[in-house]
Structure formats: C-alpha cells, structure tokens
C-alpha cells in the first residue's frame, strides 16, 4: 500500500488545516487508518485513530475537541481537520494504515500500523 499525505503548511495560531491522506495499492475500506506526529526532536506520537468503516474514532489528550478525523472509502482518502491550533501543534504528520483487516477497535499504538505515508509538515506561528 501506498499513502500520499498532503495538506500541511503554515498557519497563524488559532487557524485551521485540513490534512489528506490518499491511498492506493490495497483494499482502503478494509483498513484502520491513523494519524501521528512527530516534533523535530521528539518521538512520534498518536494524534487520532478511525476504523475501517469510520464508525468508531479516538484522539490523543492534547487534540481532543480540536481535530476530527475521517474517511472517504469511495475516494480513498484519509483525513485531518485541525482547528484552533497551536504552536504546540507544530510537528511532521503521518498516516498510517493497521496492520489487521477488519479490526472493530480503533488502533492507537504506533507499532500497530505496518503502512506509513511520508509526512506532511504543519508549521504553526504564534
């Protein structure tokens, strides 16, 4: 499978972004999907999660209430909507797709993805 991420960029403090995530190679609507990130410096860490059919979604503490993630199977696409955000958001952001076809629960552990797309950096000034 291949993930092409898009959407990241510069962006005063309290705008907003909507990140993209195309997939191709693999059967998308049989997939968890994910959204990570990673601060220069710093490991990288969950941001949300959504199942297969986009029933079920979760967020990391830090973005709760201010992202949503979805998915388009029809289109194949991942995606972010980030509001509010802050310089703290600052970071490289990844899809990835779990490793398990058909999982009922969404996927928050990193190692739980085997497919990674190749980042798409969101730069917020304060």
């Known amino acids: 499978v291949q993930l092409q991420a898009s959407g990241g960029g510069l962006v005063q403090t309290g705008g907003s972004l909507r990140l993209s995530c195309e997939a191709s190679?693999?059967?998308?609507?049989?997939?968890?999907m994910g959204w990570f990130r990673q601060a220069p410096g710093k490991e990288r860490k969950f941001v949300a999660a959504?199942?297969?059919?986009?029933?079920?979604?979760t967020y990391g503490d830090s973005v709760k209430g201010r992202f949503t993630i979805s998915r388009d199977n029809t289109k194949n696409t991942l995606y972010l909507q980030m509001n509010s955000l802050q310089p703290e958001d600052t970071a490289v952001y990844y899809c990835?797709?779990?490793?398990?076809?058909?999982?009922?629960?969404?996927?928050?552990?990193?190692?739980?993805?085997?497919?990674w797309g190749q980042g798409t950096l969101v730069t917020v000034s304060s």
């Open positions: 190679g693999r059967t998308f609507g049989t997939y968890g």
């Open positions: 990835a797709a779990d490793r398990t076809k058909w999982r009922m629960a969404v996927v928050t552990r990193k190692e739980q993805y085997d497919y």
């Open positions: 959504i199942t297969y059919s986009g029933g079920r979604t």
